[in-house]
């Protein structure tokens, strides 16, 4: 049964999952749009949202907690500097996944993954 299972195991590993995510959410804060698998987009998407949260709080202690989800200085200050004071008045939903339908080689359901302007 699958009750209160709260994450896609995206067929790795943790760590491996880990580190997908994390790259997939530092690629996502640079370029602001990438695209992926549906279900990894929207795994990548809850990541992305929680550290566009703590870049909103804009505390050193929440600082080092997004260095903790991302542990890339540049990208943490992207979202510290550039992307905090734009999404200042809004309460979550910085991340839209649009559905593109499916990829050549393996039908795998695609998606883009963009930060809300």
């Known amino acids: ?3 209160r299972v709260a994450n896609r195991k995206l067929g790795r590993p943790k ?10 959410v530092s690629e996502l804060v640079i370029h602001e749009r990438i695209t992926t698998t549906e279900a990894k987009a929207k795994e990548a ?3 992305a949202e929680r550290v566009i949260s ?3 709080k804009g ?4 600082r080092r907690q997004a260095l903790a989800l991302i542990p890339n200085k540049e990208v943490v200050n ?3 500097e550039e992307l905090a004071p734009r999404y200042e008045g809004r309460q979550g939903g910085y991340t839209r996944v ?5 990829r050549g080689g393996d039908a795998a359901p695609m998606a883009i993954l963009e930060l809300v302007s």
Do not use: N, W, Y
Request: positive net charge.
């Open 78 to 80: 992207k979202v510290f």
């Open 45 to 47: 998407s809850r990541l």
């Open 15 to 24: 760590d491996q999952r880990a580190a997908l995510l994390r790259s997939l």
């Open 59 to 62: 505390s050193v202690h929440h």
């Open 54 to 56: 703590f870049g909103k």
């Open 98 to 102: 649009i559905k593109t339908g499916t």
């Open 1 to 3: 049964m699958r009750h």
